[in-house]
């Protein structure tokens, strides 16, 4: 028996739609026993959450979240607003016993972040973090084959997240568009909008980072405040490269830009074992690169697998092999694999504690950043 | 104001999945002036068209496509069964009053498609052929770029649909998964189902085809026949290669196989002229390979063109530069463009009637398979 | 201990500079046994041939080829003049019992040919046709995995061979930079030029064609005479694209333009087979593409193998893996075979006898391409 | 009049090779006013070093390079021996007058490099570093391009260069193969090797590096000391990861390692600009990878240019459009720019004082890579 599950959204913006998709569309494709309802959406824009609410067939909308946090036909509470208010909203949605699902990052510090844990476990309501490129079909890919022994012993593991979209010094700060170039809103620049993907990836593939040294930069001081029109001195880093080393031995590299010409959504990961490596890249999302030092020398080299294929994880939902699935369905799968924690009280990773992690060592980076040091952690 | 627009759908398998992501997702990502509501799904199964319905929210379902061909409250019939049965529905339908919308190839042959395309016209109701691959962005750009004259005098088309799930001899013919291989449900092999797509392209692309000659083969003669079990002769081509020339004096290439191991969806095009060559291959859907002969000497090359762009056909309505799509998109840009055409009066391409021209290459390439001939169109 | 082998060289172009290097550096890298000398060089241009001869060391250079052909201090003569004079200097050389090497085609027509053959074999003098790109390493490996079995049963073989260096119709015909363009010279445009190294690959890893139709083309139909400067009719065809069913059962695809813009040594070929399909590209020419379908299934791919190690044809002679290596490296590998089959009196391939088969399915696709009828050979 | 110069080579292993060729073929292809002869060879195995003179034509050999460094007869010293031999032979070299030119890095460190700067200095001899990656046509394109603007301000540069041929711990150290494991061979591991490459070309392109911290790690703590047989410890390092501060105020990540599975000269380098971007991959070392900002939105991409037309730096001196040129050619372009340095008196780059800042950098790394600090250069 499928049972209802009511979602209540807050916010109406790029990650919005991407979550109501995804709530939308799952019911489509895979069977976890629950079927979300559109019930809610909470903005302060009425009649910019009425024409989402539109769009999408949320059932009502509310203009205060606080509102929507109270109400007894809510289930879910799916947060997708600024960094900044993460920590109020999820705070209070646990404590009305809703689940809670945060956008990442988790919050803007880990000293933000720690309440929010401490407040879904002591309500013990489901929770996730949508650190959706766990799972592109790819990643989760190769997150199995590392499992499974294919590379041996890791000796290297290297990520990039690069972007160019505020190169022009006109790129205002702050507002709707805008406000991840807002240090007050963001809590940081590509540390926490970018990196704090690759970490997640990393951590969760290749294991803690126990040590790191990080470079940042901001390479653009002062921007418009896109509310007032004023120049005022910019509070993100535009860059930064970390160098780490794994508990397991292993040393990583990670590298954040949003001055990388030519690099839209450009994360790529790479690992290094003893019998293999494994590659991937979001541009081009259903491949993985795959070097297998066990076949015969001669006939070496790396494999492009294209992951469409019923025996990939998560394909077997979708269409048939060599049709290719896009950036959405991440989260599609994030859903399916939440519904089934909820279902069998395994909870789908990461939770906010394990995201909390990410936390940690962005704060550890923009702290080396400054400091020039080498951080444990 | 938005209005309802009734689908009744025909079919259950992997293109009405397609089709009905589509119905659904359009009005969340376009704004049409319409709204589909996924109002009746027909199917003999009575157990597998209940799954179907309850997965994808139909509200109601059908044992037999005529019923829902006859019910007031369905505006547009959408067909998804195997060929031999388009012709007879779309007939029906249109006699019904219902716009009409043809999985493709329009029919197995053009004798068959032609009284479908009298029954549209006489009725004067919408019809279109779901040739999705036209609205894959990245072939709607190149589409644009060649009819900007960026390419120039064209001298060359080149196109190819490769695959390789029929290799193995125990693959039957007929049945619910392979009637493709069942010439009386398919009407033909290679030609009707993947060369059909290449053709319609390259007509929309490059102008009418005047003349061609072709080699078929069937590399195994005999297969099971799903149904009893029973071995019989195989009448679809495995394999097609087509020499043509175009009326614009170009000369084109075309193959297809279920023969070519390690290409799962392997739609290939590529178009040479005086002043610029482009291509574009289906596993990289998101991808244009542009060659701009006007670019200074030592800095030409191939520039490949990430479609993820806001100024990309369609991509303005999905995600952000970088954020790739997939192959369902192609359908859900379909619908919009129908709704569009429907709104507008201006009919979305192709109709029954530009797709009875592919039905007319396709026939003549399986004459010239046989004769050994060259065929004037 | 090793021998030195005289060598007279006929012309001073880029054929014969490619071969004059490949002469002086097969010492360097390849023990054969043989220690080629830069004898002589002919040609009429004496101040030109003095400057080439200087360049590269020739001890010696005559105005008239058939002074070298008698000169008794010459082991072997190499044919690096236009199509139109390989026969009678290849006959002559041959009846004066030297060693004959001749630039491909082995001559503009089979009938051309044939006395050639029957020049070398009726004095029993070593002889090869210089189809380089057999010995290109990837090439090579691609053919020892098809013959080791590595794709089993093939069904389809695809090449093509694009350019785009004749586009303008400013570019003359006729004379040194261009009588490729002239048919008297050349004998055919791009299917004995570049088509004749497709054919040749194809026949020696697929064997032998069996029947054939093609379609022929000249986009510019009048080109300025080099010499005279009047507009005269071209001969040559410029486009070509051929349907083949080899002997094998496997169906061959052809094409070769000098119309593609975009591509400057386009020469890509694959072979798809049951178990398996490989390609390549000539621009990437240190690179084989390998579909092993024998791995698990959703570890399959494409296998890019980067022919640079130890262990791949020829490459142990050269630098360390990952250390690429050009075109010209071919040639030296044709030296090492043909100084090697010398020395074992086991002749390399392709001889005079084996190139003619490609003459003479040139000569089929010329003639189909007249009178659009398949052609058995 | 073309000059006679009379080579004096040091060594017979992979890289005096690679010289011998480029001295050997330069002649043939560039036209420097001067000829290279093989005169002499010196090694203390008397039987190799014959074997190398024979197959490679040197006229002479001598077992102790000190009795070359004092002939007559010999114009430049050539150095192709391990790194801690550097010193000695060049200074010699210069003080006996010759022209010296030494395989790189320059020395182990600065320190033993200054000394070998002062004698070429005083002694007014030619002298140059074969830092020979920079003569690479794409690379040299890229330097171009950057110099000419078309980046607008660089934000970012990035190098790696990684291999995997020392993963097994059977690997040993020192010895005629593997001397480069052996700290006081070579005086560091993959910072002198590889990194080197990286920071000249980047020194080169991007200006000087004016900060920087590292990471480096010796995976495997002891090897069999090739010699002995017996263990020792492992002196070198196995990977190192950068972070710099460019004087332009661009950031830099450098990275090397003999670890990274499936990587056997896996030279990358990309700049970020304002303008545009420029990458390029020593595995394809015909291409350059170049994203133009300035190209019309729609239209945008990184444009993949096969380097191989005649407007491309050094390529009018080879083959055709679309044939490739190898790794060796680098060494030729090497020789030709040094002889052109000789005859014009504008020394070819870099010299031994140019190549002093690689190795100073070079120290740097080390330092941090053990301090863990970041260090002013």
Redesign the interface.
């Known amino acids: 028996m ?1 049972k209802q599950l009511n979602i209540g959204m807050i916010g109406y913006g ?1 990650m919005a ?2 979550h ?2 995804a709530w ?2 799952v ?3 895979f ?1 976890t026993g629950y079927r979300p309802v559109l019930k809610a959406v909470a903005a302060r824009n009425v009649s910019k959450v009425r024409h989402f609410a ?4 949320y059932e009502s909308q509310e203009s205060d979240w606080r509102h929507m946090v109270e109400r007894a036909d809510i289930d879910a509470i799916d947060i997708c607003v600024p960094n900044d208010l993460h920590a109020e909203i999820a705070i209070a949605a646990a404590q009305a016993g809703k689940m809670v699902l945060s956008e990442k990052p988790l919050a803007r510090t880990e000293a933000e972040g720690k309440p929010m844990v401490d407040a879904v476990e002591k309500a013990g309501v489901a929770n996730m973090v949508w650190y959706n490129y766990r799972r592109v079909p790819a990643v989760m ?1 190769i997150k199995q ?1 590392v499992e499974s022994g294919r ?1 041996g012993t890791i ?2 593991y ?1 990520a990039k997240f ?4 505020t ?1 022009s010094p006109d790129v205002p700060q702050g507002g709707q568009a805008t406000w991840r170039l807002d240090v007050d809103a963001a809590g940081s620049g590509v540390t926490g909008d970018l990196l704090a993907h690759c970490l997640d990836t990393a951590i969760w593939i290749n294991g803690g980072i126990s040590s790191l ?3 940042t ?1 901001t ?1 653009i001081k002062e921007r418009k405040d896109a509310a007032t029109g004023e120049n005022k001195p910019v509070g993100i880093d535009d ?1 930064a ?1 970390v ?1 780490t ?1 794994f508990a397991n ?1 292993s ?1 990583g ?1 990670f ?1 954040s ?1 949003r ?8 994360y790529t990961l790479e690992i ?6 494994l590659a991937w890249d ?4 259903n491949r ?1 690169q ?4 066990s ?1 015969a ?10 992951v ?2 019923g ?2 994880p998560y394909l077997g939902k ?12 991440s989260f599609t799968h994030q859903v399916a694999d939440f519904l089934d924690g909820v279902r069998t009280s395994k909870p789908a990773a990461p939770t906010f504690r394990e995201a909390l992690e990410t936390n940690r060592v962005c704060d550890a980076i923009l702290a080396s950043g400054k400091s ?3 951080v444990n952690l």
Chains 1, 2, 3, 4 share one sequence.
Do not use: C
């Open positions: 499928t790029f739609r991407a109501s998709n939308t569309n019911s489509h494709f069977d539109e769009a999408w067939g890919l084959m590379l000796f290297h290297r690069l972007q160019d979209w190169i040294t990080a470079m930069e390479f860059a490269a160098l080393r031995g040393l590299t590298e830009t001055y990388a010409r030519g690099h839209k959504a450009g290094n074992g003893e019998k293999g490596s979001l541009h081009d999302l993985v795959f070097f297998d030092h076949v020398g001669a006939q070496r080299g790396w494999t492009n697998i294209l469409t294929d025996d990939h979708w269409w048939v092999p060599g049709l290719i699935i896009g950036y959405e369905h020039g040091q080498w």
